[in-house]
T-cell receptor, first 110, second 111 residues
Framework: ELKVEQNPLFLSMQEGKNYTIYCNYS?????LYWYRQDPGKSLESLFV?????AVKQEGRLMASLDTKARLSTLHITAAVHDLSATYFC??????????FGKGTRLSVIA | NAGVTQTPKFRILKIGQSMTLQCTQD?????MYWYRQDPGMGLKLIYY???????DKGEVPNGYNVSRSTTEDFPLRLELAAPSQTSVYFC??????????FGSGTRLTVV
C-alpha cells in the first residue's frame, strides 16, 4: 500500500529566499504529482513526474523525482508572496487511485 | 468544456439527514474518484470507479455509498449524516491515469 509523506507540514519563508519541500513515498510509484491549493479552492496541477531523474520547472518552482530514493522535491526559488498556498504531492502506480500527502502550508512573508 | 462539475457547492445538514453530492464530467473519462479533505489534512479516498457499473471502496468508505450508472455521473450518497462527515468533498476524473481533473468541491457541514 502506497503511503506518501511530506515535510515540512508548515513553512514560513521570507521573500527572496529559497527552500525545498520533500515528498517521500513508501512503495513503487510510477507517477508523482504536485498540486497547489489556495484557501477555499480546488487543486491546481503543477507537475507530473513520470521517470527517475525527471525535472520540471515552471517559474520559481522546480520539481524533481528520484525513484531509487523514493523521493520527490519541490524547490522554491526567490519566494514571492503569490506563492503562499498549500502544496500537495500525490503518487499513483498503474491504475490505482492517487494517494496524497498531508500537504505543506507555505506562507511567504516580507 | 465544463470538466468536472460538483453540486452543491455548500450544504448544511442536520445529524441523521441524508443527501447526495452530485459529480458530472463531460470528458468521457473512465476513472472517477471521491475524496474528502478535512482541515489541515490531505485528501483521503472515499470511493472510486473504473467505469460504468464498477465501483470500489477507498480508505474511508464508511457512511457513504456510490453508484456509477453512466460514464458521466458519479454521485456520492450520505446516509444518516454525522458530525464526523463535516468536510470538503472533491470529485475527480481521469482517462488513462495521467492527468487528473478535480471539481471545485462541496463544503459540507453537519450540525
Amino acid at each position: 500500500e502506497l503511503k506518501v509523506e511530506q515535510n515540512p507540514l508548515f513553512l514560513s519563508m521570507q521573500e527572496g529566499k529559497n527552500y525545498t519541500i520533500y515528498c517521500n513515498y513508501s512503495t513503487t510509484s510510477d507517477r508523482l504529482y504536485w498540486y497547489r491549493q489556495d484557501p477555499g479552492k480546488s487543486l491546481e496541477s503543477l507537475f507530473v513526474l513520470l521517470s527517475n531523474g525527471a525535472v520540471k520547472q515552471e517559474g520559481r518552482l522546480m520539481a524533481s523525482l528520484d525513484t531509487k530514493a523514493r523521493l520527490s522535491t519541490l524547490h522554491i526559488t526567490a519566494a514571492v508572496h503569490d506563492l503562499s498556498a498549500t502544496y500537495f504531492c500525490a503518487g499513483a502506480s498503474g491504475n490505482t487511485p492517487l494517494v496524497f500527502g498531508k500537504g505543506t502550508r507555505l506562507s511567504v512573508i516580507a | 468544456n465544463a470538466g468536472v462539475t460538483q453540486t452543491p457547492k455548500f450544504r448544511i445538514l442536520k445529524i441523521g439527514q441524508s443527501m447526495t453530492l452530485q459529480c458530472t464530467q463531460d470528458m468521457n473519462h473512465n476513472y472517477m474518484y471521491w475524496y474528502r479533505q478535512d482541515p489541515g489534512m490531505g485528501l483521503k479516498l472515499i470511493y472510486y470507479s473504473v467505469g460504468a457499473g464498477i465501483t470500489d471502496k477507498g480508505e474511508v468508505p464508511n457512511g457513504y455509498n456510490v453508484s456509477r450508472s453512466t460514464t458521466e455521473d458519479f454521485p456520492l450518497r450520505l446516509e444518516l449524516a454525522a458530525p464526523s462527515q463535516t468536510s470538503v468533498y472533491f470529485c475527480a476524473s481521469t482517462d488513462q491515469g495521467y492527468g487528473y481533473t478535480f471539481g471545485s468541491g462541496t463544503r459540507l457541514t453537519v450540525v
